[in-house]
């Protein structure tokens, strides 16, 4: 019977104390009946399932961030990509489970038991999206307009589609996507992109 890594367990736990109040809803380490039926490193106890929570911080983006440059990891799977730490990035992932809801991370044999605390624990969430410094407003246009968008798209408030049709001009698609994600970030919904709304991004890692 395979037991759950230790460093899987480590990596659930420094989740815990860097997020308290995230969501777990996808969390998990030993497979499933459905990874049971394929090859899985769950199935040794050997990889762990982070769940993606926007709400808390504890965006699959950050936490594969941290993941990918830890010796530990032997892949990370996340939104729908690959990525082996070999050199060639992230290529794009078609297995049936899309893993939008969750990061995946295995972990070597060799190193289950090696509980060092993960990098989401111990290491500065590092911005990846450059958030505009400027406020912005329905009718902006620019640069900013689109990291703005990006961002948007990245939390999933917007999709990659609505970001195509009016990238760098702050429509009335961004405005809702604005509100979309100042409603769920405790933010009034204005649709206005100021400090407020900046700081909001930033804590997730934005
Ligand atoms: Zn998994």
New binding site residues.
């Given amino acids: 019977m395979a037991t759950p890594a230790p460093a899987a367990r480590q990596a659930l736990n420094d989740a815990n104390a860097r997020w308290p109040s995230r969501k777990k809803a996808s969390d998990?380490i030993l497979g499933d009946k459905s990874h049971q039926a394929r090859k899985s490193d769950?199935n040794e106890g050997n990889?762990v399932?982070i769940t993606h929570d926007p709400t808390s911080g504890a965006t699959g983006d950050v936490i594969a961030r941290h993941a990918l440059k830890d010796q530990r990891v032997t892949y990370v799977i996340w939104n729908k990509r690959i990525n082996s730490r070999d050199g060639r990035g992230w290529r794009p992932y078609a297995g049936s489970n899309p893993h939008t809801q969750?990061c995946?991370i295995s972990i070597r044999v060799s190193a289950r038991n090696d509980t060092r605390r993960w990098g989401w624990r111990t290491g500065a969430v590092r911005p990846t999206t450059r958030m505009p410094t400027r406020n912005l407003k329905r009718g902006s246009s620019g640069a900013e307009v689109k990291q703005l968008q990006t961002a948007l798209v990245k939390l999933r408030h917007m999709t990659q589609a609505q970001m195509n049709t009016g990238a760098g001009n702050f429509g009335p698609q961004t405005e809702q996507s604005l509100k979309k994600f100042q409603a769920s970030h405790g933010v009034p919904a204005t649709g206005f992109y100021g400090p407020l709304t900046r700081a909001a991004f930033t804590k997730l890692g934005m």
Avoid: L, P, R, T
Wanted: proline content about 0%; cysteine-free; hydrophobic content about 15%.
């Fill in positions: 998990g769950h990889a399932d969750h995946h």
